[in-house]
């Protein structure tokens, strides 16, 4: 049976789909350095209490455990609200975007598995711009589709420049910024054990373009090495890169800093909120090690004896990453703390102006991914207790003081 909902809407709330989140109290300091705007947000500001937080219960629901494939997800890549109010789905387990009515009843779908014109090898992030264009990457067949807000698609370009595609952003000028989505074993180069980024390209194409213009060479994902084997560390660093308009936004958790560059890569704003304590303590460790032995319990032997063993293994680094995810909507930056070695709960997240205004905290439901922020709506994929996707559209509301 599907589980659909629509919470009454009929309270004025203090966030209107169109009002912009109001500064937090706080004092910021600006500086110009060599024509590089640095903005300095001082204090800790994971210990700020939440200024917002979401209702109780998602206003929108689309999924089942079980009936009809249109409401069963694997593995949702997006959702997106468009501004008449109906929601795409991108399922990456069918290689479908799905549009739904506001009330989430099922409309039509797009895509599928295949080579042809607006099929899919590998299904990537799905990305709305303005004018409810949907642009979606396919790391496999090494493309972005765009489809229109119909359905109807638009264009495909081919990727160049990148081994491994990433998310598409696309630029006013109708071409893209897209880095690097994985890592090969061959940029691998260290010979002790230990953490090692190495260093990943953005770059722009399409846009009246001939060739691939590197914008600029940035710090990749954090991986761990030792002589049994390598791959992500639960406290590595990630990447992060975004558009809004002119600027591109570049997250690499080198501290608490997100950097903003023009499309020809001159570094334009520097935010930043050096106080914030990123030391590893022994406590987060002994949480993270717990967490592993409790899931080994419900492994088979060979795989649980593996999973152990990699706990012998591990590599500590002396600190955590500041945030493990940036996400940049039309009206602001959302930061989202690294949650490896924090006891279960409510997610936080650290929102800013695009001009790099701190405007508070905001705390998230533990099991909902967020993908999209659209006014006061918040959108993402919600995991139940069973591993059952759903999509999921929360209202964002002040918190209580």
Avoid: N
């Amino acid at each position: 049976m599907k589980r659909i909902s629509r919470a009454f809407l009929g309270a004025i709330l203090v966030l209107g789909c169109d009002a912009p989140i109001p500064d937090a109290d706080r004092e910021v300091a600006r500086r110009d350095s060599a024509g590089v705007m640095i903005v300095e947000i001082p204090g800790s500001i994971w210990a700020d209490a939440p200024r917002w937080t979401t209702s109780t219960q998602p206003s929108v629901e689309i999924g089942a455990v079980e009936g009809s494939p249109e409401y069963l997800f694997s593995r949702i890549r997006g959702v997106v609200e468009l501004s008449d109010g109906r929601f795409v789905v991108a399922d990456g387990g069918s290689s479908s975007l799905r549009w739904y009515d506001q009330s989430g009843h099922f409309l039509y779908q797009r895509g599928g598995s295949g080579e042809g014109p607006g099929e899919f090898g590998w299904l990537g992030t799905l990305m709305r711009i303005g004018g409810d264009t949907l642009v979606i990457t396919d790391s496999r067949l090494r493309r972005i589709t765009e489809f229109g807000p119909e359905g109807e698609l638009a264009r495909i370009v081919q990727i160049e420049g990148i081994t491994v595609p990433g998310t598409a952003h696309r630029l006013p000028d109708g071409g893209f910024v897209v880095g690097s989505g994985g890592f090969s074993s061959t940029q691998l180069t260290g010979e002790e054990d230990g953490l090692y980024r190495t260093s990943e390209p953005l770059v722009r194409i399409g846009g009246g373009l001939e060739s691939p213009d590197t914008v600029g060479m940035f710090p990749g994902p954090e991986i761990y090495f030792t002589e049994r084997s390598f791959g992500y560390h639960p406290f590595s660093r990630g990447f992060d890169y975004a558009v809004r308009g002119e600027l591109l936004f570049v997250a690499a958790a080198e501290g608490f800093v997100v950097d903003a560059y023009s499309a020809d890569g001159q570094l334009v704003r520097s935010i930043r909120a050096p106080d914030v304590d990123l030391k590893l303590t022994p406590e987060m460790i002994e949480t993270y090690e717990l967490s592993v032995r409790q899931a080994a319990t419900e492994m088979d032997e060979d795989r649980a004896e593996a999973t152990l063993q990699s706990l012998k293994d591990m590599y500590y680094p002396e600190t955590r990453p500041a945030y493990s995810r940036l996400l940049v909507s039309d009206e602001a930056l959302w930061l989202e703390e690294h949650q490896t070695g924090l006891p279960e709960g409510q997610k936080r997240w650290a929102i800013f102006g695009h001009d790099g205004e701190y405007r508070g905290t905001a705390v998230l439901p533990s099991s909902f991914r967020l993908q999209d922020v659209r006014g006061d709506h918040l959108l993402g994929s919600w995991t139940d207790e069973l591993g059952v996707e759903y999509a999921r559209i929360y209202r964002l509301l002040p918190a209580e003081r």
